[in-house]
């Protein structure tokens, strides 16, 4: 840590030049500028995790908390080997399962973003998510009252085409007619991107999001 523009310029040029024989001759500088510095945030964030969830998996390594920079292009029309972002996750059990949602921290060419969710939550989890809100479970409260008093995170996932839940409260109706659901706030930051208060800032915007991931994991 910190990152530095020299990060995005080698995930630039990596993806750019889309060759295995080129990431090789390169590889040191991956390690050193992409790598490290993920290895360091991660390790930077690892107390403030634990504090969130005790079971998150916070060892620093490609698989268990940082992702792969190579892509798998078996069900996707880009071919590209290489990505140009890359991104860190706190999460139970294994880094890509979908069980349960996970704490993330993404950098991109544009800036970075980070918060909790899911990639893609099943439709079975959905449906006992919007049944807990319903319900109004303490821990569902908790979580929109959590949500309803900050300005940070902004509540994501693809909605259904014609409302299932008109007679609901608007502030519910943002919740119950998800398909999916997460937590994002976007940057474009530089100065705080490659600064070393960037484990600092984003620790404390994490704790914003407690009762809002514990609501997420009740429900899982």
Known sequence: ?????????????????????????????????????????????????????REVTT???????????????????????YRDNMWIIFKRGKMHGTQVPGLHFELTQSGFNYGCGFYHASPAYMERLRAQLLAAAPPARQALERYQSQSCFVLEG??????????QPEALQE????????????????????????????AEDFRLLAPIYRFLLYVA
């Open 1 to 53: 840590m910190p990152f530095s523009q020299a990060t995005l310029d080698f995930l630039f040029a990596n993806r750019l030049h889309n060759s295995r024989e080129w990431f090789q001759e390169h590889k040191k500088e991956y390690q050193q500028l992409v790598i490290a510095p993920l290895q360091e945030l991660v390790r930077r964030l690892t107390p403030v995790m634990l504090e969130i969830d």
């Open 59 to 81: 060892e620093p390594r490609v698989d268990r908390t940082i992702s792969r920079i190579w892509r798998d292009t078996r069900y996707s029309h880009d071919k590209s080997f």
């Open 158 to 167: 693809d909605r259904y085409a014609r409302p299932h839940f008109p007679e």
């Open 175 to 202: 919740w119950l007619e998800r398909r999916n659901i997460g937590f994002c706030c976007e940057s474009s930051d530089a100065g705080l991107l490659f600064s070393d208060r960037l484990a600092d800032k984003l």
